[in-house]
């Protein structure tokens, strides 16, 4: 409290023009943001290789990507190393940077303050949390707690977690309030939903990220699917970038992530309730989800997504990121990178070393494409880079791949 | 198409002033919205005792409403006997009233164009279309069939049923498809999820009304939970009514209904998964759904709505119906109306014969009410009229109930 009122009368002295907020999580970003309103210049430093942890790292970037559009700088693997100043900071010193700050806004985590539990000798976690069961008891029969001082259960890995969300809290303090009053109710843990207000940008997330569900050892395939968020016809709709993580041996979905200005909170809920179902991507696909198109496309996009997603459990379709798209170039790798958009698509923006073939075009001139060379087809978001790999495969071509979520996920430089 | 550019038409050549729409259902709303922001006088002429008859009536009254404060004349329990005009029609006459009518648009629902398939001996089912099984099929195993001209599974009765939405049609044709091919599909049926927008307003459903509930035999308790879509200190906040239809036995969710300006398919969507789940009303209200204050309370409305579906299954409140206690007003029974909002909400509506104790002073000025009577409580919501019920049963008084959505939901006439 009394750092937001200091952070306030900062604002109204004018004294805060230049400001460091060190941490990108979500405390940093929503603070990065209201700051941007107040017209500071704000500069987030990040320790790790991206923000937003929460996310997998090309949804982190163009998370980046939009809040640097909005003048934002953001500094990843930076650690800061001190700050200096005389009588109030003037620089934040990084390992490879001197920053001007007026104001610096620490951002770096919450630390649950058990003392007293410690004293009172109940049993802490991993996570340095109060340790409860599924009614918020602690390891002493008298004992409740809730909120951010307790760990959670992870409802996908059934392990224990450390997530301290408002929406959480309350459902805890309801928990154990029925349990203390002879009610039983069990807390079945979380799944980790967060949604945040980045700029005109949502980012949302639940269930494990790639990187997560790797690290728990699933198998898994993902998908990424741009679209717009309603019919393509109405005036609000808006792009929506949905991300979903699939286990490759049960079908069931691990967890989704979205971005965009378009709708996403709807559609990560629908996430959460397919996770805490465990249902396959399969049952999401045939969902009976509203439609009308001021609200959805008629095949929603979380809709979309899970039949993408069918299309690679089942083989139709063999997907590769942009990102060891960019590593073969790197490593130049001989293969064709195929666009199959418009020529006045590729006029205004071009990836390098790309092969024009418009999809309209493609069965005519199929044969100025090497059959021993690997095929990478793209588009703006990849359905008609997967039509082209599906007439590639009925023609006889037999590596080809396509690159997940088009030019949309391209995060490196994009040619005129 | 013939229909719509004729409409474009008249309305180009400003020939349609005054317009009927005969029939309140999607279609006709759909239509009058459209109208009417093309400066039309509108009336709906609808037979049944209600407009929307997919929704409830207590929520169809509230869209009735907000069509009416838009200028839309909405008849129902009227039957359209002739037209009447010169050339073109002039006036639509019904069993109660005489229209003025420059355009009329008849929109009473759609039937299956079966006669190919009846020709081709392909079985017709009770709703007059074409029966298939899930993967499309028809009883013609050479043939299948998708889209308006097909009868669906209810996935909540298990029943035959007809429902004609774009979504469904889109999953259809991918169902048939994947099988026609070889790849094994199968369509699960619908939810009868449902959005439209009416002008501010959204209204959606999922699942069963209560009334088709009652009808299908199920025992049902049902909630109406109004309140701000989101944390209610944002600006864009929004208000929500939401309804839920709850097998009594199993605790499962059966259906849900939602209107207002706020936030309606978001939590249709979350219905419609906890239909598909069959989950009941314990688990939707320990979800992780993502909550930041820009896309909804903390406990999301929802949640907030199985609770209530919670205490009033566990009997800690005993609900009423608007209609019931306006029918008990009617017949003079003698119970308190109590009113437990504050002065300031009293003087500007007031329900009549309503006696008014605000929460705050309700436990000093107790030994106002008698104990022999019963007493009925409700607030703006009947969130205070809970809590007034709870302290009136631990005060000893036997007979309390609540009244469901509180001034919210009272259709009848409101005073000053």
Not at 179 to 206: A, E, M, Q, Y
Not at 255 to 263: F, L, N
Not at 277 to 301: E, F, G, I, Q, R
Not at 327 to 352: C, G, I, P
Request: with cysteine.
């Amino acid at each position: 409290m009394q750092d937001a009122e200091g952070i306030k009368r900062l604002l109204a002295e004018d004294q805060a023009k230049d400001v460091v907020i060190i941490g990108g999580g979500l405390i940093g970003v929503e603070v990065t943001e209201a700051l941007v309103s107040k017209g500071c210049r704000v500069t987030i430093v990040e320790k790790l290789p991206q923000i937003f942890g929460m996310l997998d790292w090309e949804m982190a970037r163009l998370v980046t990507q939009h809040m640097e559009a909005k003048g934002v700088k953001v500094l990843t693997d930076h650690t800061v190393v001190k700050f200096e100043g005389e009588g109030a900071v003037e620089k934040v010193v990084t390992d490879k940077e001197t920053l001007a700050a007026d104001m610096v806004v620490m951002a770096i985590g919450v630390r649950p303050a058990v003392g007293l539990a410690k004293d009172a000798g109940l049993a802490i976690g991993d996570f340095r949390a109060l340790v409860v069961d599924g009614t918020m008891k602690t390891s002493d029969d008298n004992i409740y707690a809730v909120g951010d001082c307790v760990e959670s259960k992870d409802r996908i890995t059934g392990k224990a977690c450390y997530m301290t969300m408002g929406s959480t809290a309350n459902k805890h303090g309801r928990v154990a309030a029925n349990n203390i009053c002879g009610r039983k109710d069990i807390f079945p843990g979380v799944l980790g939903s967060t949604v945040c207000k980045v700029f005109d940008f949502t980012v949302g997330r639940t269930g494990l990220t790639e990187a997560a569900a790797k690290q728990e050892g699933y198998d898994v395939e993902v998908v990424l699917a741009p679209g717009p968020d309603r019919a393509h016809f109405m005036e609000n709709a808006k792009p929506l970038l949905l991300k979903l993580v699939v286990d490759k041996k049960t079908r069931k979905l691990l967890g989704a992530q979205a971005t965009g200005p378009g709708d996403v909170d709807k559609r990560i809920d629908v996430a959460a309730m397919t996770l805490a179902a465990k249902m396959t991507v399969d049952d999401l696909a045939n969902m009976d989800l509203c439609y009308a198109p001021p609200y959805s496309p008629a095949m929603d996009n979380i809709i979309t997504a899970a039949n993408v997603a069918r299309n690679k459990l089942d083989g139709y379709i063999e997907g590769i990121s942009a990102k060891e798209v960019h590593e073969m170039k790197e490593a130049k790798k001989d293969f064709v990178f195929l666009d199959v958009r418009s020529q006045a698509e590729s006029d205004e923006v071009r990836l390098s070393n790309s092969t024009l073939i418009p999809l309209g075009a493609l069965r005519l001139r199929i044969d100025e494409l090497p059959k021993n060379k690997e095929i990478i087809a793209f588009c703006k978001i990849s359905l008609r880079g997967y039509e082209a790999a599906l007439i590639l495969k009925a023609a006889g071509f037999k590596k080809v791949r396509v690159m997940d979520g088009g030019v949309v996920m391209w995060p490196y430089r994009k040619e005129k």
